[in-house]
């Protein structure tokens, strides 16, 4: 069974802070795809990223960058520098070879407060 | 482009009615998921179809719950009769399968926010 754990409920920091967001996943499958999703207080949920298994190499999006290490079966996100905007729930989420790849399951998410 | 859409963006009903939530997934997409998000059990896959035609309806709750998808840019969500636990909010989303790979990304609605009182 696949299993996606975000032990971080919730984090606060101060502006210009940078932030890491954990992710821990779980599955049988050697072909796997990881991603990460912002709900922002309006309600919807942004994509931010898909990581298949087979790339490791980490990944920088602006302020965002993703560590991706398969033997701690991890896929943490952190936020360089951060703003009041980046405040938001943040999921991760896993989809698998054996499941089509269809089906999503999210982790329980983290709620990040950026302050002034 | 427009995204995947989704209406009513809020509902507000009274338990035992019928509610109706629908959807339109970005053009060109082959998939279309109905997600629900509430705190108890955060965000949990309902249905989904491929071209039009249910694949895996194991997430539907029971049988006051059902989802068609008439043709490949609408689909609707039917909870009958609604009860306060219903109360949540669904998201519809889509995505396009590629040939030989997958980890498809699915986008999202904004979501219909349902309150059954």
């Known amino acids: 069974a696949q299993k996606v754990t975000q032990a971080q409920t919730e984090i606060s920091v101060v502006e210009k802070e940078d932030v890491t967001l954990d992710c821990v996943y779980e599955?049988?499958?050697?072909?796997?795809?990881l991603f990460w999703y912002k709900q922002p207080p309006s309600g919807e949920l942004v994509f931010l990223i898909r990581?298949?298994?087979?790339d490791e190499q980490n990944e920088i999006s602006g302020r965002y960058s993703w560590n991706f290490q398969k033997s701690t079966s991890s896929f943490n996100f952190t936020i360089t520098a951060s703003q009041v905007v980046d405040s938001a729930v943040y999921f991760c989420?896993?989809?698998?070879w054996g499941e089509g790849f269809q089906k999503l399951v999210f982790g329980t998410g983290t709620r990040l407060l950026v302050s002034p | 482009d427009a995204g995947v859409i989704q209406s009513p963006r809020h509902e507000v009903t009274e338990m035992g009615q019928e509610v109706t939530l629908r959807c339109k997934p970005i053009s060109g997409h082959d998939y279309l998921f109905w997600y629900r998000q509430t705190m108890m059990r955060g965000l949990e896959l309902l249905i989904y179809f491929n071209n039009n035609v249910p694949i895996d309806d194991s997430g539907m709750p029971e049988d006051r719950f059902s989802a068609k998808m008439p043709n490949a840019s609408f689909s609707t969500l039917k909870i009958q009769p609604s009860e306060p636990r219903d109360s949540a909010v669904y998201f519809c989303a889509s995505s396009f399968s590629i040939r030989g790979g997958g980890g498809n990304t699915i986008y999202f609605g904004e979501g219909s926010w349902l309150t059954v009182v």
């Open positions: 989420a896993l989809s698998e």
């Open positions: 990581r298949n298994s087979f």
């Open positions: 599955t049988r499958d050697t072909t796997y795809y």
